[in-house]
């Protein structure tokens, strides 16, 4: 009984040297209050502020024009005119055009060395046109790295009348162009057509293609 006696007692002191030799941080129990959280911090990426043009909501649109008109058969002069348009829709649009031009001398009265087919007064061209805008990829249009300005190609085309050596000729008119905004009311535009119309001034009855090349500028109202 004796003997068992002390091997209690010796299991009880070691038990007890073991407890003194583990750290008291083990035992010890976390208190909720005691903890130290982080504040969670949520970083934005910067966001550059851009500025961009857009054309006014109005739907009319006039301008002037100028440039470069080849007339068959009578050489190339400037041509200048003047536009007004509505757009029906984003898509569309339809345009009146105004336009004048010169005629120049044929072939034949350059060779004969005077012979003239045309009086001075008979030589101004003029023409007038009605037609339908498709505008196609808009877009815009970079310059450098800090102006982006609105802009985009279309098509055109519509029928019309030119008038020039006592006559008035029937005139189918196609062309694309590009139309650049540079403010939200200025826009250049950019355009190539061709007028085609049938005439026999030369002798024989023949269909004209007469390629014009103009920009301008339009404003929005």
């Given at each position: 009984?004796?003997?068992?006696?002390?091997?209690?007692?010796?299991?009880i002191k070691l038990?007890?040297?073991?407890?003194?030799?583990?750290?008291?941080?083990?035992?010890?129990?976390?208190?909720?209050?005691?903890?130290?959280?982080?504040?969670?911090?949520?970083?934005?990426?910067?966001?550059?502020?851009?500025?961009?043009?857009?054309?006014?909501?109005?739907?009319?649109?006039?301008?002037?024009?100028?440039?470069?008109?080849?007339?068959?058969?009578?050489?190339?002069?400037?041509?200048?005119?003047?536009?007004?348009?509505?757009?029906?829709?984003?898509?569309?649009?339809?345009?009146?055009?105004?336009?004048?031009?010169?005629?120049?001398?044929?072939?034949?009265?350059?060779?004969?060395?005077?012979?003239?087919?045309?009086?001075?007064?008979?030589?101004?061209?003029?023409?007038?046109?009605?037609?339908?805008?498709?505008?196609?990829?808009?877009?815009?249009?970079?310059?450098?790295?800090?102006?982006?300005?609105?802009?985009?190609?279309?098509?055109?085309?519509?029928?019309?009348?030119?008038?020039?050596?006592?006559?008035?000729?029937?005139t189918y008119n196609?062309?694309?162009?590009?139309?650049?905004?540079?403010?939200?009311?200025?826009?250049?535009?950019?355009?190539?057509?061709?007028?085609?119309?049938?005439?026999?001034?030369?002798?024989?009855?023949?269909?004209?293609?007469?390629?014009?090349?103009?920009?301008?500028?339009?404003?929005?109202?």
């Amino acid at each position: 009984m004796e003997s068992r006696v002390q091997h209690l007692h010796v299991a009880i002191k070691l038990m007890l040297s073991i407890t003194l030799l583990l750290p008291q941080a083990s035992f010890a129990a976390t208190d909720p209050d005691e903890l130290e959280l982080e504040p969670l911090v949520i970083r934005e990426d910067d966001r550059r502020q851009v500025d961009v043009d857009q054309i006014d909501s109005e739907d009319f649109e006039i301008g002037a024009y100028g440039g470069i008109m080849s007339i068959e058969d009578f050489g190339s002069d400037t041509v200048v005119g003047v536009r007004a348009a509505y757009h029906v829709t984003e898509d569309f649009f339809i345009e009146g055009v105004y336009g004048q031009s010169t005629l120049g001398e044929t072939s034949f009265e350059t060779l004969s060395g005077g012979a003239r087919l045309l009086t001075d007064e008979e030589r101004d061209f003029t023409y007038y046109n009605l037609s339908v805008g498709v505008n196609l990829f808009p877009g815009e249009s970079f310059l450098a790295r800090r102006w982006a300005w609105r802009g985009g190609l279309y098509l055109i085309g519509g029928i019309g009348s030119s008038e020039f050596g006592g006559d008035e000729l029937f005139t189918y008119n196609a062309g694309i162009g590009y139309r650049l905004a540079a403010t939200d009311w200025l826009a250049f535009r950019f355009d190539v057509r061709d007028h085609v119309f049938s005439s026999d001034l030369l002798g024989s009855e023949e269909t004209k293609h007469n390629l014009e090349i103009s920009g301008g500028l339009t404003i929005f109202f």
